[in-house]
């Protein structure tokens, strides 16, 4: 980190221009040139639907320290407002579909790149005819889309927390189970615009008129009534509710299904602890190597929130403490060196395929692929009196159940706040462990460090008296009752931290992984079907992956329980479109799960060979 800000304006000149593309319609571009003209520089590019703020040649960007990083070395900087977004012209899609198969005036985001890429290599001088892209979150998106078919210009991309597919496990879904407090707040900056529009003075955030989010989506009641928040029509908000199933609407957006002919050099970038889009990454660094298997592909996983290795530390989340300044390491060590590689022939970083950081022991690990090859899957299965362990039960019938109230639904974090504190991913759930509502089954101390490494998959036998359930698993590292390290408290503003007040780590019970599913999508997520109440049926979903250690002398603990809120919304627990659900409709059942010899429920996880 610099002790002084970076000052773009002393070393860089900005110019706006409106580029056309292929159909007419002209995006507004903004570039900074280095006014040091005695080299070629090549491009990094930006494509974003949240506008080049500020706009205005006389008016220079504040710089991100991943955008200061990259400055300091020397690139023309690029940074383009899409469709319909802010001062471009044209029509904003969300998630534009690709189009595979195109006709001369066919456009679609690979298009636009292509077209931008081609005009700024004529029109712009002093570079070096190479090209990058980068973007995070939503800009993620724009970078995986606009490198397909890429363009002979283009030898290096980092997307970093791409969006995916925004109903199987970003953003707005997760295991079909709809994510209401981040719609919420999400919904309401994708407003339509008409023409090409400044960004407004001021955002003004929206007044929920209390400090408790839990009580207020309580009180809200059904999904439908939502919609009254938001004053004037929300066509966003309206996509959501009206597409409550993986239906050709979310398919065609899926752009992980269409990573072909990429001839470009690209590093994935994700946080573990990336509550909007976690498996974002996963999934496109995956896709990118199934149908791209000759390029230069790596992932980057490390411990942080949405965004959070673009600024700040990385050092901490809430109560837990990372022990390294992650993010600056990334910055300098990772990002910076392969963008130097790939458009400047600067030294060969030797990057390998995969480089995570490893929570609980709190080191980066290289490996050649991910998830690493010697990791091997095994079973952590639900044993009698709440136990858990790698050997399966013997009990010929052997269950457990609790009874979910819709009136009483579990909540996701132990402390009172609005919206979706990110700190919840590494959150204390101690809080949850003491409700009847919730299963919890864990191990003996370990003995030995446990390494896992890859995705989690819980495997469920589970039965309901209702039609509709949802099944929410946590993994959680148990923190050994007499540990006295204080946790990392307060101060972790890179990471956005809100959360509870700082607490010592003695019988801490940190979320490690948690994710929902709504059981209806147990057989497709395009057809849902009901549960026959009493009827006992498998429930198998795949959770994002981990990378963390349980030191000798914790406890590896596995939650159930079937309501997440208002994290995630309310399952009537009766098989209707939850959207359009009526107060009627929400009822009480008693959720089971079996833990028998021919029906072990448990969670599958893969496991490091031991150091």
């Known amino acids: 980190m610099t002790d002084e800000a970076y000052d773009a304006r002393e070393h860089y000149t900005k110019y706006e221009f409106r580029v056309p593309m292929r159909d007419g319609v002209r995006l507004f571009t903004s570039v900074l040139v280095p006014k040091d003209a005695s080299t070629a520089y090549p491009f990094l590019i930006v494509r974003s639907p949240f506008g080049v703020n500020p706009y205005g040649p006389d008016e220079y960007p504040p710089s991100s320290s991943q955008t200061e990083a990259l400055l300091k070395a020397g690139y023309i900087w690029v940074r383009q407002d899409v469709r319909g977004r802010r001062m471009a012209e044209g029509e904003f899609t969300h998630m534009t579909p690709h189009r595979p198969e195109k006709t001369a005036s066919d456009v679609d985001e690979s298009t636009d790149l292509y077209d931008t890429v081609d005009w700024l290599l004529r029109y712009v001088p002093n570079h070096n005819g190479r090209v990058g892209i980068y973007g995070g979150s939503y800009a993620g998106f724009y970078t995986v889309a606009g490198i397909i078919d890429t363009h002979k210009a283009i030898r290096a991309a980092s997307p970093q927390a791409p969006v995916a597919d925004l109903f199987l496990d970003d953003d707005w879904y997760h295991g079909g189970a709809f994510m209401l407090a981040h719609a919420i707040s999400a919904a309401p900056v994708y407003q339509p615009q008409s023409g090409p529009t400044p960004p407004p003075k001021a955002e003004v955030p929206f007044d929920y008129g209390t400090e408790d989010g839990y009580e207020f989506f309580l009180q809200l009641g059904p999904l439908g009534n939502a919609a009254s928040?938001?004053?004037?029509?929300?066509?966003?908000?309206?996509?959501?509710?009206?597409?409550?199933?993986?239906?050709?609407?979310?398919?065609?957006?899926?752009?992980?299904?269409?990573?072909?002919?990429?001839?470009?050099?690209?590093?994935?970038v994700g946080g573990w602890y990336d509550a909007e889009d976690l498996m974002g990454p996963l999934r496109i660094y995956r896709a990118i190597k199934t149908a791209n298997p000759d390029i230069a592909n790596g992932l980057v996983m490390g411990p942080w929130v949405h965004g959070g290795w673009v600024s700040g530390e990385g050092r901490r989340l809430g109560n837990v403490d990372f022990a390294a300044d992650t993010a600056e390491f990334y910055r300098q060590s990772i990002l910076l060196p392969f963008f130097e590689f790939h458009l400047k022939d600067k030294g060969d970083p030797n990057l390998p395929e995969a480089y995570v950081f490893e929570t609980g022991t709190n080191v980066w690990r290289a490996y050649p692929a991910w998830p690493p090859p010697d990791a091997t899957p095994q079973t952590l299965y639900f044993r009698e009196a709440g136990k858990l362990a790698f050997e399966p039960p013997a009990e010929a019938d052997a269950r457990d159940s609790y009874v979910s109230d819709p009136a009483k639904p579990v909540p996701f974090i132990g402390y009172t706040a609005l919206g979706m504190p990110q700190e919840y991913m590494v959150s204390d759930q101690r809080f949850a462990a003491t409700r009847p509502d919730v299963l919890v089954y864990v191990t003996e101390p370990l003995e030995e460090d446990l390494a896992l490494a890859g995705p989690?998959?819980?495997?469920?036998?589970?039965s309901t008296t209702g039609t509709d359930s949802d099944w929410v698993v946590k993994l959680i590292d148990v923190?050994?009752?007499?540990?006295?390290?204080?946790?990392?408290?307060?101060?972790?503003?890179?990471?956005?931290?809100?959360?509870?007040?700082?607490?010592?780590?003695?019988?801490?019970?940190?979320?490690?992984?948690?994710?929902?599913?709504?059981?209806?999508?147990?057989?497709?997520?395009?057809?849902?079907e009901p549960f026959v109440p009493g009827r006992v049926e498998a429930v198998t979903f795949t959770m994002p992956d981990v990378n963390h250690v349980f030191r000798r002398g914790h406890r590896v603990m596995v939650q159930v329980q079937g309501s997440w809120f208002p994290l995630v919304d309310r399952n009537p627990q009766t098989f209707v479109n939850i959207p359009t659900a009526r107060p009627e409709d929400f009822k009480v059942a008693t959720q089971c799960v079996v833990r028998s010899q021919a029906q072990p429920s448990g969670v599958e996880v893969y496991v490091l060979p031991a150091m």
């Open 229 to 268: 928040l938001f004053g004037d029509p929300n066509p966003t908000w309206e996509e959501l509710l009206t597409h409550p199933t993986y239906d050709d609407f979310w398919q065609s957006r899926a752009i992980w299904r269409h990573v072909k002919n990429i001839r470009c050099a690209v590093l994935t």
């Open 479 to 528: 923190y050994p009752p007499n540990r006295s390290t204080p946790a990392a408290g307060h101060g972790a503003e890179d990471q956005k931290d809100v959360g509870p007040p700082t607490v010592t780590l003695a019988g801490y019970q940190q979320l490690v992984r948690g994710w929902p599913f709504r059981g209806k999508f147990r057989k497709s997520f395009e057809k849902p």
């Open 456 to 462: 989690v998959s819980p495997k469920l036998f589970v």
